[in-house]
């Protein structure tokens, strides 16, 4: 596959399986894994996420903060809340830090948000709430007593809380890798990785237009959105169906619904 030119001119679910609870017995969910807001320098703004336990037991649950970036590798980097750059940790105050969850009923964190009354501020500012199903110690003996423990699983929901700076700061999205990929089960797929190297997010979609070497139109391929935040990459994943083999010309574009249109053009063989 040969690049040929680039021309003119994305809630994050992040579950990270660390506990099973005993068959049968459910545990919490999140209402929200985004929470997200457009606020100017120096302004306050505020909001509640929704916890349910939808099991037949209470149901304990820390809440912490910290950082976080992702990469078009499927690398993820959760840093110590408040370091990074565009952290915006610090702004946040949130409570309570630990709850129990009534069985069949809900709960709710409570957040603020205070945006610094600083004029260099530009741009998208993010980091994440970690909501974590926690056990208490009587807990994990009842359940060493009855023989059920085993490889635990912890789920925690990392919740995106996001705040854009007014219209401030410009995304800058960049191809930084293509691959095609041919699988038998599931047919082919071209593999997009793409960088944010500006202020502010960009949430493109992205697709495909496939012709064959021929000049003839084979079809239009479609990818969904992504959220790209500044300083990092995400990798869109297009199927391209049961395409028959043989030389295709690709023009891949992401559209972020504003008024730069990001294209490169391929060829193809399979």
Not at 93 to 99: D, E, L
């Amino acid at each position: 596959m040969r690049k040929i030119e680039i021309t003119c001119l994305l809630p994050i679910l992040i579950m990270i399986l660390c506990f099973s609870a005993p068959e049968g017995e459910a545990g919490i969910t999140v209402e929200t894994l985004s929470v997200e807001k457009i606020a100017a320098p120096g302004e306050t703004y505020q909001g509640t996420i929704t916890l349910t336990n939808d099991g037949s037991e209470p149901q304990n649950v820390a809440v912490y903060q910290t950082d976080y970036l992702c990469f078009s590798d499927g690398s993820n980097q959760f840093g110590m809340a408040g370091e990074l750059a565009r952290s915006n940790a610090n702004w946040v105050a949130f409570s309570p830090r630990q709850v129990e969850v009534p069985p069949h009923q809900s709960s709710w964190i409570s957040y603020e948000v205070r945006v610094p009354n600083d004029s260099s501020l530009i741009g998208t500012y993010w980091s994440l709430l970690m909501v974590e199903q926690v056990e208490q110690p009587a807990d994990s003996a009842i359940r060493l007593r009855r023989n059920q423990a085993g490889v635990q699983q912890v789920i925690r929901y990392g919740i995106q809380c996001v705040t854009h700076v007014g219209s401030s700061g410009f995304h800058q999205l960049h191809f930084t890798g293509t691959q095609l990929v041919v699988r038998e089960d599931q047919g082919k797929e071209l593999q997009v990785d793409v960088e944010n190297a500006g202020e502010r997010w960009a949430v493109p979609a992205a697709w495909v237009e496939l012709y064959g070497d021929n000049g003839r139109h084979i079809g239009r391929f479609e990818s969904g959105k992504k959220r790209i935040f500044p300083g990092t990459s995400v990798r869109f994943r297009i199927p391209l169906g049961d395409v028959p083999p043989g030389k295709y010309k690709a023009l891949v574009v992401l559209d972020n619904g504003d008024q730069d249109v990001l294209g490169a053009k391929y060829d193809l063989e399979f």
